[in-house]
């Protein structure tokens, strides 16, 4: 039973252009929500988060919308990079103020072509 | 500030031999984690740490034990290696409780992995 779905396992899109990831929970109970990023050989580094307070946040090139109605939310990279080539990983943590688990999905990859 | 680290980077090991994934932060986080990331699998939750001498169980804890006598150091052992347990393992530490003035922020930090092969 898959709690953080994100059902597109890759997207390529041309420098420059908007990058869409997208990301579906079941659990109402998730109240924080962050993206990470990881390279090849690498460790996830974390991107960005949104808390269940909000509905977009912004920081530079990188946009999260939540959408709790649809408990979907979407990351948006504007424009993409070839350096944003990575792969994605969507997570979902329960009620921040005590112990946290993090859920993640299973990760889109994304390839940006100059 | 080393962050998250992780020994050995690589490893190969025979079904049923035994060994032991270090992971170490020396960020003060009281909460660690171990994860594997298989292909097409996502990161997956073995076990995790809220504090020295507390752990418990994540998603997917057989054939794997841990213990957390310090704050730093949050060692995962396999005791009877499987093919199954072949996969990428990366050590995560965290801020917890995570607070109000910390939201959007980093707090979870990863260490750079540890690559297993089980034959």
């Known amino acids: 039973d898959q709690q953080v779905k994100q059902n597109s396992p890759s997207l390529s899109v041309q420098e420059g252009r908007i990058s869409i990831l997208n990301c579906d929970y079941t659990?109402?109970?998730?109240?924080?929500f962050l993206w990470y990023k990881k390279y090849p050989a690498e460790g996830p580094t974390f991107l960005i988060s949104i808390s269940s307070i909000k509905d977009k946040n912004e920081d530079g090139r990188f946009t999260v919308f939540l959408n709790k109605s649809a408990k979907h939310l979407s990351l948006h990279i504007v424009p993409s990079q070839p350096g944003d080539s990575a792969v994605y990983f969507c997570a979902a943590s329960a009620h921040w103020g005590g112990s946290e688990k993090l859920v993640f999905g299973k990760g889109t990859k994304l390839t940006v072509n100059p | 500030n080393a962050g998250v680290t992780q020994t050995p980077k690589f490893q190969v090991l025979k079904t049923g031999q035994s060994m032991t994934l270090q992971c170490a932060q020396d960020?003060?986080?009281?909460?660690m984690s171990w994860y594997r990331q298989d292909p097409g699998m996502g990161l997956r939750l073995i076990h995790y740490?809220?504090?020295?001498?507390?752990?418990d169980q994540g998603e997917v804890p057989n054939g794997y034990n841990v213990s957390r006598s310090t704050t730093e150091d949050f060692p995962l052992r396999l005791l009877s290696a499987a093919p199954s347990q072949t996969s990428v393992y990366f050590c995560?530490?965290?801020?917890?409780?995570?607070?109000?003035?910390?939201?959007?922020?980093?707090?979870?930090?990863f260490g750079p992995g540890t690559r297993l092969l089980v034959l």
């Open positions: 995560a530490s965290s801020i917890i409780p995570l607070r109000e003035d910390l939201l959007g922020q980093e707090t979870q930090y």
């Open positions: 960020m003060n986080h009281e909460y």
């Open positions: 740490s809220v504090g020295a001498g507390i752990t």
């Open positions: 659990n109402s109970m998730f109240d924080y």
